[in-house]
């Protein structure tokens, strides 16, 4: 580890997964952070990257990993219905939390965390990581020094042929989940497109879920996970929401775990403005060219195309973010509440495919 002057920042990591693993190794790698303990319940896994990533300490269960009194951080990457009483164990003696998304299954558990952080005053950041991709910041700063008029309407989707991850795991077991490719992916294409509009307040939504392809056991994944749940399938494959938002503009927002498309994989977020466009459109993970400028010159529709490269490593993005506010000491506007308005929102949309109708955002 590089040297540092400031006292090493403790962290605990739970899950061992694609989540854990990823932020084991982003805290592992910044200066004056020192994972010291790890918890998950493979346990050849848990050898393994104990042993890697030269972690002193290993445990089964969150519960005695929370315990430790020498720890300043929780990074919590485990299934879902897990994020909230990990959380509130962690706030509550003390800890700051970085949490993987969703917050929670439901909006309301999603306050109770945002509530014992500020109860306890400390962070609650969320692993919004797709926020930090080259790309997406190249957008905010392009919107920030140039005026596409005003923005009414944007597209924000993530859709995959054949992407369910874990047909009968914990993934599509609703208790544990809260929900399917609506609560998986949109908080990431929610996220995007409220950061890009300035963060306008969703008041209203009208949605439809359906699970066609995975009731019928069709969709999954190649890396299918086949931990947790029931083996049933209880949750939507797709969702499409219109959201209404304060500012008088409207979000259209989609999410597809597996449907029959032409594509494999693309994630899509679309800004249209009274005199400008941008749009994002990233197919199969691509790395290069994801970012289109639409405007007008002497009367003519022109098409700017500009030269971003996209490398990995959002999650270390976040995670440094997360690592400076907690050594800042000021952390008073990061108590999680933007990442709670995003499951309020994700909770209207199973509200309103429900109920056939249009609901408010709590
Ligand atoms: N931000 C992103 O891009 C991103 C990507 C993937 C997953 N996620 C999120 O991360 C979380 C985990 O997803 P995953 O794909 O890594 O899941 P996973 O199923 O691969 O891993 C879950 C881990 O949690 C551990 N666990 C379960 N119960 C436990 C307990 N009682 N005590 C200790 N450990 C326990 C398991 O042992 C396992 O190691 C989910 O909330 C998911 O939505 C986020």
Redesign the pocket.
Known sequence: MPATDQVPLRVGV?????????ALDAFSSLPGVEVVAL????QP?LDELADTRGVPHR?????D?VAREDLDVVS?????H??APIAIAALASGKHVFC???LAPTGALAQTMVDAARDADRVLEI????RRRADVRYLRRYLDEHDIGRIYHARSSWRRRSGI??LG???TNRQMAGGGAMV?LGP?MLDIALFLMDEPRVERVSAVTYGELGRGGRGGSRNA?T??GNRAFEVEDFASALLRLDTGGSIHLETSWASYSADEEDIAVELLGSTGGVRLFVRDYATDGTIRIFGDEGGAPIVTIPTVHVPAGH?LAVIEEFVATVRSGAWANAYGDSALHRSRVIDAVYRSADEHREVEVA
């Open positions: 739970v899950g061992l997964g694609f989540a854990g693993t990823t918890a998950g319940q493979e896994r445990y089964h269960d969150w519960e990993l919590i990457g485990v299934p879902n897990l994020h993987e998304k969703p692993a919004f990581n797709h991850p874990g795991s914990w993934f998986d990431h996970k931990t947790g999650h």
